[in-house]
């Protein structure tokens, strides 16, 4: 599926990122492929609760509607992300 409108499929992903300390940071990043528009945050865990958090951020963050969004299938985009998105 191609996005053709802002906010049509606005694609989220997380990566870990381990610091020089040796911490690890959890960053998620959402992207309008059609408008190029970033939403970003950093977070200590992936649960699905922080990826409802990282959604809620999105829609407020983002100067258009998401209608949709796409995800890799990781556990942090199931359950309460799920649900949120349900809802939404």
Do not use: R, W
């Not at 610091?19 to 960053?27: D, F, N, T, W």
């Not at 983002?62 to 995800?71: A, I, L, M, N, R």
């Amino acid at each position: 599926m191609k996005a053709q409108n802002p906010g049509e499929l606005v694609q989220i992903d997380h990566a870990t990122i381990k610091l020089q300390s040796g911490m690890e940071v959890k960053h998620f990043k959402a992207v309008c492929p059609v408008t190029k528009f970033v939403a970003e945050e950093a977070y200590c865990t992936a649960t699905s609760f922080v990826g409802e958090e990282f959604l809620k951020h999105v829609i407020d963050s983002f100067p258009f509607e998401v209608k949709s969004v796409q995800v890799d299938g990781g556990s942090e985009f199931m359950g309460a992300f799920e649900s949120a998105c349900e809802a939404l």
